[in-house]
Nanobody, 115 residues
Framework: QVQLVESGGGLVQAGGSLRLSCAAS????????MGWDRQAPGKQRELVAH???????NYADSVKGRFTISRDNAKNTVYLQMDSLKPEDTGVYYC?????????WGQGTQVTVSS
């Protein structure tokens, strides 16, 4: 069972940047899909960004042009670079990695954007 540990969340002013990291306990070289979801207070969890093993990316419309997902196989880490942050980006961000058909999830990291 792979373990995922997120880091990099925090409090930032609107317009600022954060980089989230998701460190896996095993190699992510064979992972099919990597991604980040988020859950704002009182709202359902939503997809933020997706990265496939072939390098294809998919972003929520609300973050396109501002967020970038990437991976570093040597470090077994997935990143989410978040720029031009807005108060509506506030929420708990969860990393997920799929090996085969099953996803592993991280515990979440809080991102708070103040206006």
């Amino acid at each position: 069972q792979v373990q995922l540990v997120e880091s990099g969340g925090g409090l930032v002013q609107a317009g600022g940047s954060l980089r989230l990291s998701c460190a896996a306990s095993r190699s992510i070289f064979s992972a099919n899909v990597m991604g980040w979801d988020r859950q704002a207070p009182g709202k359902q969890r939503e997809l933020v960004a997706h990265l496939t093993s072939g390098g294809s990316t998919n972003y929520a419309d609300s973050v396109k042009g501002r967020f970038t997902i990437s991976r570093d196989n040597a470090k077994n880490t997935v990143y989410l670079q978040m720029d031009s942050l807005k108060p509506e980006d506030t929420g708990v961000y969860y990393c997920k990695i799929a090996f085969g058909s099953r996803y592993a999830w991280g515990q979440g990291t809080q991102v708070t954007v103040s206006s």
